[in-house]
């Protein structure tokens, strides 16, 4: 499962929800539909288990996602986040002890995220940015009905941007990307690539590399 980055104390977040309050220390937050995609929070087992109550209740109770973590001097930024509707069903959460503080760790992730997930569109959350592109090759080539070379990885991430089939989200602790991918467009761009040129068949490298 995805390990999050290691952050700066002064770059964690306060997730607030039906009066209960927790340290996020990782989320991806989608700042046009204030969708929360995934979220990683430290605080006492109630409190985790009461604020993700209250974001799956119908309706769902306010909840935001505040700079500064919980118990400190909370810095602003007050931003709104509620579960997107499409992924209602498909949570999972892992909670566990931490020994060391006492406290409990959530690990509340949409099943979007699965390599294995039966879903075209999915939720891409990479170790880094530099990550992501090949992250992305993977999930796409299970999910094409193409087969997709390796090697053409950083031009299907680039061609993914462009289209908007690739959508960056409000991050930290992780890179997450939500990737909406159009078989049908896809297939057109691909066959004009290798028709140009931009791409190259792998028979034909193997066969331009045979003496």
């Not at 699965?114 to 530099?130: I, R, T, V």
């Not at 297939?187 to 190259?200: E, I, N, P, Q």
Request: net charge negative; with cysteine; hydrophobic share 40%.
């Amino acid at each position: 499962m995805l390990q999050t980055h290691v952050i700066d104390p002064e770059d964690l977040f306060t997730i607030s929800a039906g009066g209960f309050n927790a340290t996020a220390d990782a989320f991806a937050r989608d700042d046009r539909t204030e969708g929360l995609w995934f979220v990683s929070m430290v605080g006492s087992q109630t409190a985790l288990k009461a604020i993700w109550a209250s974001l799956l209740k119908q309706p769902p109770d306010v909840a935001h996602i505040i700079r500064g973590a919980d118990g400190m001097a909370l810095q602003g930024g007050y931003q709104r986040c509620v579960i997107p509707y499409e992924t209602i069903g498909t949570w999972t959460t892992k909670i566990a002890r931490l020994p060391a503080t006492g406290g409990w760790h959530a690990l509340v992730y949409t099943k979007t995220a699965e390599y294995g997930y039966e879903k075209d569109s999915f939720l891409l959350l990479a170790q880094s940015q530099e990550e992501a592109p090949a992250l992305h090759h993977r999930f796409l080539d299970k999910r094409s009905p193409l087969p997709l070379h390796e090697s053409w990885a950083g031009w299907l991430w680039e061609r993914g941007i462009e289209e908007e089939e690739i959508v960056p989200l409000q991050s930290v602790g992780v890179s997450a990307y939500r990737c909406s991918p159009n078989a049908k467009r896809l297939r057109d761009d691909l066959s004009y690539a290798v028709a140009s040129g931009k791409l190259t068949l792998p028979r034909e490298e193997a066969e331009g590399g045979t003496p």
